[in-house]
């Protein structure tokens, strides 16, 4: 069985760098030949288990078996709303036993290092495996272009490198 992976951009602000940079990762995948799955919490409207997070769970969620997971600072931590869409799944069918990536990101110097560390336990209580390399982006805004684009190549490189890691993983 080949691996189906998906990314989780883990904001609902609209227009968000996060969701910028969780685009990245899904041109990387694609040039590697693998096309993942894409979610974003943006426009977030499920508080519960509705038949659309039912649905999104039973088409996309289910049978993915490694997540990259795209999430900004908000307080030290990670966007509530991340935090709600595990709350909300059928935890032992959409995460035990998976695999996942992360990635922070922040205009601030630390690149959310402590929302990875949340997050990192959140999904260890899930039963979910987390790769070692998790990668902070500090100063993502002066990192991208007007069109979003990423360009400082020392991100680039270290984008490149996890993800190759994580296919291997």
Same mark, same amino acid.
């Given at each position: ?9 883990? !904001?609902? /602000? ?10 990245? #990762?899904? &041109? ?6 693998? !096309? ?7 426009? +977030? ?6 038949? &659309?997070?039912?649905? $999104? ?16 600072? #908000? ?19 959409? +995460? +035990? ?15 959310? $290092?402590?929302?990875? &560390? *949340?997050?990192?336990?959140?999904? *260890? #209580? ?24 990423? *360009?400082?190549?020392?991100?680039? /490189? ?12």
């Amino acid at each position: 069985m080949s691996e189906i992976y998906t990314i989780v951009s883990g !904001t609902n /602000r609209p227009g968000s760098n996060t969701e910028k940079v969780a685009r990245h #990762y899904q &041109e990387v995948l694609k040039s590697k030949q693998i !096309t993942p799955h894409f979610v974003t919490l943006e426009g +977030w409207k499920y508080v519960d288990r509705t038949p &659309e997070y039912t649905q $999104l769970e039973q088409d996309i969620l289910i049978p993915t078996s490694k997540f990259i997971f795209v999430s900004p600072e #908000y307080n030290g931590s990670i966007p509530g709303v991340l935090k709600l869409m595990f709350d909300i799944s059928d935890y032992k069918k959409v +995460w +035990w036993g998976k695999k996942a990536l992360l990635t922070g990101v922040a205009t601030g110097r630390g690149g959310n $290092l402590r929302g990875l &560390e *949340h997050l990192t336990s959140i999904l *260890h #209580y899930l039963r979910v495996v987390v790769h070692p390399n998790k990668l902070p982006i500090s100063l993502v805004d002066k990192m991208m272009h007007g069109s979003g684009d990423i *360009h400082d190549t020392g991100t680039l /490189r270290a984008i490149e490198m996890q993800v190759s890691e994580f296919i291997q993983f």
